[in-house]
């Protein structure tokens, strides 16, 4: 029997990146994980892209040193563009999508060409934190920066790019640029000469799961890779996640709960309905031809629990997993809080950055443990008003396949298909992502006929909780007072200038 051949999902975030290796069988193997510093202040969100590169160089070195990868699928965090001289160096640090420049140049855009006509050719509604009215910040902003550019590139093909020397980059990717023509699939003429920018500056757009080519000789050597590894296009994080998770029919949706949360449903063509793009859901090409995702998201999924972790959990200090300690905790029965989970302002379907987090029905009886399941039930009230507005555009989820770090709590799991009254099934893969990217690698290069042959052997369900038709009424009860909330309080932050 021939050895297995091992494949690489590398996924680059906002704070760091990790290559995770699986067996063409789906079995996990290695996992190596690097942090970079990410730098927010005076107005300025940004991360070094040479940092970025220095890091994916680091993990792909020491893992490919270890092992003989054959391929390596890789997907990134979206929006965020690098700027290349002639020489590919990065002429300044990268604008993260939180970074509050580009909100003139977004007007302007739409006053050339109308909010409603930029919505159609790229299937999002025109924003500040798209790559497109970044890019005209730096042009307008930084003119003798910008007479040396010679190339723009999102995080995946500016790393592909150094390391193949294949300027090429996914639909779904070049998609949050907000100058994607998403019917085409190719940059649009319209947007980019209103904008005042050449599409030759930009990376050639390909389908996800394209090949690059193999990384550079002379590199591979620097890095003591063993063998020769061919890198993958991929596609933006998201999409590797609904992948990895097996959503690969319409009408299914992964949610995936890291410090964000986002649930990507996939659906057979572009929705007609004007109201999804109006409530801020972006669609996005997914890796059938002919097939599109949206994104309905929270700012702040797991970073809720996180932050209750850092201040308020001071009795469970010490514990090996605070996280399941406080799972144990809590009260069985819905909580009655109404929280607000606007901690980091509001996503979907409000795009309201100046919204704030809000804490409704406090009493002197009031647990800690009451207000850290009522975050849960919180950031699920959001998500569940996102799937809502998402119905009412024809969009509708039977059943949610939930990953990342909230897929580990049964306790959430059950708060979710309670609140939403649908199936919740947790997936196996901890690394859904990198999971999804070898699925993408593995395809593209033979290892699979196609995407239903890889998801045979790497998605892996772990558990489903279905409703509890008591709670569910229950907390139907709360989720109706829940969806005025936002407007009640919003108002109250304005006039407090909080």
């Not at 409603?116 to 999002?124: D, F």
């Not at 979907?348 to 919204?355: I, V």
């Not at 395809?443 to 790497?458: I, M, N, P, Q, R």
């Amino acid at each position: 029997m021939s050895e297995k051949k091992l494949l690489g999902g590398l996924d680059i975030g906002t704070t760091g990146c990790k290559l995770s290796v699986y067996r063409e069988d789906g079995e996990f193997v290695y996992n190596k994980y690097i942090e970079y510093e990410v730098s927010r202040h005076g107005g300025a969100h940004e991360v070094d892209a040479e940092m970025i590169f220095a890091a994916v160089c680091e993990v792909i070195g020491e893992v490919c040193s270890q092992y003989e990868v054959s391929a390596i699928g890789v997907t990134s965090f979206g929006e965020t563009f690098v700027a290349l001289d002639k020489d590919d160096n990065a002429l300044l640090h990268a604008m993260l999508y939180t970074d509050p420049r580009g909100l003139e140049e977004c007007r302007m855009l739409c006053d050339m060409l109308g909010e409603e006509r930029i919505t159609e050719i790229s299937g999002a509604k025109p924003h500040a934190m798209y790559s497109i009215a970044k890019i005209m910040w730096l042009k307008n902003n930084m003119p003798e920066v910008w007479a040396k550019v010679a190339r723009i590139t999102l995080v995946v093909d500016y790393v592909i790019y150094r390391l193949t020397g294949t300027a090429q980059i996914d639909y779904s990717l070049a998609a949050r640029t907000g100058a994607l023509d998403i019917r085409n699939k190719c940059w649009s003429k319209e947007i980019f000469d209103a904008a005042g920018v050449d599409t030759a500056l930009m990376s050639k757009p390909v389908p996800s799961g394209t090949t690059a080519g193999s990384i550079k000789p002379a590199l591979a050597e620097k890095l003591g890779i063993l063998g020769e590894v061919k890198m993958v296009t991929v596609s933006h994080d998201q999409v590797a996640s609904a992948v990895g998770a097996g959503i690969l029919t319409s009408g299914e949706a992964v949610d995936g709960t890291g410090t964000v949360e986002c649930i990507t449903p996939m659906f057979d063509s572009i929705p007609e309905n004007k109201d999804l793009y109006k409530d801020n859901y972006a669609v996005v090409p997914y890796v059938f031809d002919g097939t599109y995702v949206c994104y309905a998201f929270s700012f702040t999924g797991g970073a809720t629990l996180k932050w209750f972790r850092d201040n308020f959990a001071g009795k469970f200090e010490g514990a090996e997993n605070i996280y399941a300690e406080l799972d144990k905790a809590i009260p069985a029965d819905p909580t009655g809080l109404l929280i607000l989970p606007h901690f980091a302002g509001a996503a979907t379907p409000y795009m309201d950055n100046g919204s704030r987090a809000a804490i409704l029905g406090l009493t002197l009886e009031t647990t800690a443990e009451d207000i850290y399941k009522a975050l849960m039930e919180g950031v699920t009230y959001e998500i569940m008003l996102n799937l809502e507005r998402l119905a009412a555009a024809g969009i509708v989820p039977e059943q949610l396949y939930a990953t990342g770090g909230g897929a580990r709590s049964d306790v959430w799991l059950q708060i979710k298909a309670d609140i939403t009254n649908r199936p919740v099934t947790a997936m196996c893969a901890k690394e859904v992502g990198a999971a999804g990217s070898c699925m993408l690698a593995g395809t593209a290069t033979g290892l699979y006929a196609d995407l239903h042959e890889a998801a045979k052997v790497f998605v892996k369900e772990r558990i489903t909780y279905k409703p509890d038709p008591e709670k569910a009424a229950q907390y139907t009860r709360y989720y109706n007072a829940y969806r005025s909330l936002y407007n009640a309080v919003r108002p109250i932050v304005e006039e407090a200038g909080l």
